[in-house]
């Protein structure tokens, strides 16, 4: 079966630096994205990996490791606006995205 | 359009009565997705359109649930005889094609079901 794991909360203090880790088993693949989700919104895109690596954007940056199935989703520089869940997705080899459950992610002062 | 647009934003239902929703996406997109998303859970997907491609209907979660997609554009989702359980957010999503899979989300509408 197709499995995405990633943390079901995690707690940073505001200013620092937090990793949220995301494994993967799918059937084949065609690239990774992150996703930002507040409270009673829809999510909304942050980052794309295909490639092994690491991808920067601005406060955020986002790995990939393709042979251990691996992505984490670093976030430095922590704001309390970036409270929200964080949502792993990994594109299968029929181009369908296969949805983790989410971080959700606790800054506090 | 600028974004992807749902309608309506809320719906209150009794239990049994069918239901639509509507989505418009992202002009020049051709893949189309539902999703649900019940409190606090991560996406279900239910339905994915590419094109004038038959639809994947594979995360539909019984025969009640149902969508289309007119003119390669708007879609429905439709749901008949409304269960409690059928009560969530319901997401609609687009994207350029489904190589170029950055998914654009609606704002979603909240079913609920008495």
């Known amino acids: 079966g197709q499995n995405i794991d990633q943390p079901t909360e995690m707690t940073a203090t505001e200013g620092a630096i937090v990793q949220i880790n995301c494994t993967y088993q799918?059937?084949?693949?065609?690239?990774l994205f992150w996703y930002q989700q507040h409270a009673g919104e829809a999510p909304t895109f942050l980052s794309y990996?295909?490639l092994d690596g690491l991808e920067e954007k601005g406060r955020f940056s986002s790995f990939l490791s393709r042979s251990k199935g691996y992505s984490y989703l670093l976030l430095k520089e922590l704001q309390m606006k970036d409270s929200a869940s964080y949502l792993c997705?990994?594109?299968?080899?029929?181009?369908?995205?296969?949805w983790g459950a989410g971080t959700k992610l606790i800054i506090k002062p | 359009g600028a974004g992807v647009s749902q309608s309506p934003s809320n719906k209150v239902t009794e239990k049994g009565k069918d239901v639509e929703l509507r989505c418009d996406p992202i002009?020049?997109?051709?893949?189309l997705y539902w999703y649900r998303q019940s409190l606090g859970q991560g996406l279900e997907f239910l339905i994915y359109?590419?094109?004038?491609?038959?639809?994947?209907k594979s995360g539909l979660p019984s025969d009640r649930f149902s969508a289309e997609r007119t003119g390669g554009s708007v879609s429905t989702l439709t749901i008949q005889r409304t269960q409690q359980e059928d009560s969530a957010v319901y997401l609609c999503?687009?994207?350029?094609?489904?190589?170029?899979?950055?998914?654009?989300f609606g704002p979603g509408t909240r079913l609920t079901v008495l």
């Open positions: 999503a687009s994207s350029f094609s489904r190589e170029r899979n950055e998914q654009f």
């Open positions: 997705a990994v594109m299968d080899s029929n181009y369908q995205l296969i």
């Open positions: 799918t059937s084949g693949f065609n690239g």
């Open positions: 359109f590419q094109g004038n491609s038959a639809p994947d």
């Open positions: 002009s020049g997109h051709t893949a």
């Open positions: 990996n295909v």
